[in-house]
């Protein structure tokens, strides 16, 4: 089975700019969460989304946002970048059927913001 | 609210050492689960073990063993004969409650213990 894999890979932008990052879960898997890693506040959650709705969403500002599309890929928009922004953005998939699932998580987006 | 702490930032040991990592959690919650995570440098998260708030049976795999005990809100991981390749970062976390009876899989980690094992 494949696991979790997220394009693109490494990413640099500037700031004021915007950035779409993807996800494809694990086949069978319909819940898509992603988490911002920082050296200073650590992994924080972003969003979670099952059945191309979001079901659960941590605290960041509006800028981030995301959507899931049919096939269970999730894709998480930044727009107007700040240097803050940069981080591994870590996708994770679950089946989200039933409640405190495992979640698999990607190799992550490495967005580095100039 | 919940939280998740692993006061050991950095540990190194010597190859064949054990090593245990220390997980404090706080919640208000009854039923919860706790799971530990392993990043090795590659960055990607690996799942290692979930645990839920009614079972406080030790589990051990291998070389790896868990200790959860309520009362002290703790949940400790331990590598027996430690090897090069267990050098990465161990993050605990705790999941919430779920917000729906369909789940809710928000995950709250600690800061995490970054562990290196020296040959």
């Known amino acids: 089975k494949a696991g979790v894999t997220q394009t693109p890979r490494y990413l640099i932008k500037t700031r004021g700019q915007q950035v779409t990052l993807s996800c494809s879960p694990i086949s069978g898997h319909r819940s898509v969460s992603w988490y911002q890693q920082t050296p200073g506040q650590g992994l924080q959650f972003l969003f979670e989304?099952?059945?191309?709705?979001?079901?659960n969403k941590g605290n960041f500002p509006g800028r981030f946002s995301g959507r899931q599309f049919s096939n269970s890929r999730s894709e998480m928009n930044v727009s107007t970048l700040e240097l803050g922004d940069s981080a591994l953005y870590l996708c994770?998939?679950?089946?989200?059927?039933?409640?405190?699932?495992?979640?698999?998580f990607g190799p992550g987006t490495r967005l580095t913001v100039l | 609210a919940q939280k998740v702490t692993q006061a050991q930032t950095e540990i190194s040991v010597v190859e064949k050492e054990d090593v245990t990592l220390d997980c404090v959690y706080e919640t208000r919650d009854t039923t919860y689960y706790l799971f530990w995570y392993k990043q090795p440098p590659s960055g990607e998260l690996v799942f290692l073990i979930r645990r839920n708030s009614f079972d406080e049976q030790n589990e051990i795999s291998g070389r790896y063993s868990w200790n959860f005990q309520k009362s002290t809100s703790s949940f400790n991981f331990t590598i027996t004969a430690s090897q090069v390749v267990d050098s990465a970062v161990y993050f605990c976390a705790l999941s919430e409650r779920p917000i729906s009876n369909f789940g809710n899989e928000k995950l709250t980690f600690g800061t995490g213990t970054r562990l290196t094992i020296i040959p």
């Open positions: 989304y099952f059945s191309e709705t979001q079901r």
């Open positions: 994770a998939s679950s089946p989200g059927t039933t409640p405190y699932n495992e979640q698999f």
